[in-house]
């Protein structure tokens, strides 16, 4: 039988990535013409691209009235933000999806360690308007990575845990049936003396 032990820790289980996340991104937005999606990317490291097209690639929907954006790039942890022009059933409103990442590491029995993320998502629908007074819809994702690691650890539980948890069932079992035995012969005598006392 096997059980997981669970275990928090400050570091950066992925030290390979170099301080960055790979990011894929695939959205579609039904309403609104190819012409007018664009991705900007921002980070607390001092990153701020605005029309980033490498490794991205618009798709025109509906006859050319959406568009569907995909696109793959690296950002910097711990904190970055990725927007996109965008329009919604609700016209020109923008959409923010506010995600705390935690990194998750995964260890199997044989010691194979695989790394991932565990995340919440919160989002608000909200209307923007520039200085200007111009309306500027867009879909805003902001990451938090947090600086605490969860680690699942797979082990084989001991034998001796096994023979433990065996006796434990077999005197409980005795436990209980001396219970019922014992609630039934105190009824059985007090039913007798009940039954004596009637033909006296």
């Not at 960055?20 to 579609?28: A, F, G, M, R, Y």
């Not at 039904?30 to 690639?57: K, W």
């Not at 996109?84 to 044989?110: M, N, Q, R």
Request: one cysteine or more; glycine letters at 8%.
């Amino acid at each position: 039988m096997n059980n997981r032990v669970n275990e928090l820790y400050v570091d950066d289980p992925d030290k390979d990535s170099g301080g960055k996340i790979d990011v894929s991104l695939n959205v579609s937005l039904p309403n609104l013409h190819c012409d007018l999606v664009g991705l900007d990317i921002q980070d607390e490291m001092g990153r701020h691209e605005v029309g980033h097209i490498d490794n991205s690639m618009k798709v025109p929907l509906n006859q050319g009235g959406g568009c569907r954006f995909e696109g793959e790039f690296t950002i910097n942890k711990p904190h970055f933000v990725i927007e996109i022009t965008s329009v919604s059933t609700a016209a020109l409103a923008s959409h923010d999806y506010i995600l705390k990442i935690v990194p998750t590491v995964y260890e199997d029995l044989s010691g194979r360690q695989r790394f991932s993320y565990q995340y919440t998502v919160a989002n608000k629908e909200y209307v923007a308007y520039s200085h200007t007074g111009r309306i500027i819809p867009a879909i805003w994702f902001r990451y938090d990575l947090s600086p605490i690691t969860v680690k699942y650890t797979e082990r084989r539980q001991p034998f001796y845990r096994f023979i433990t948890t065996i006796c434990a069932i077999v005197g409980g079992t005795f436990t209980v049936a001396g219970i019922i035995d014992s609630c039934i012969f105190t009824a059985s005598e007090a039913w007798k003396k009940i039954q004596i006392g009637k033909m006296s």
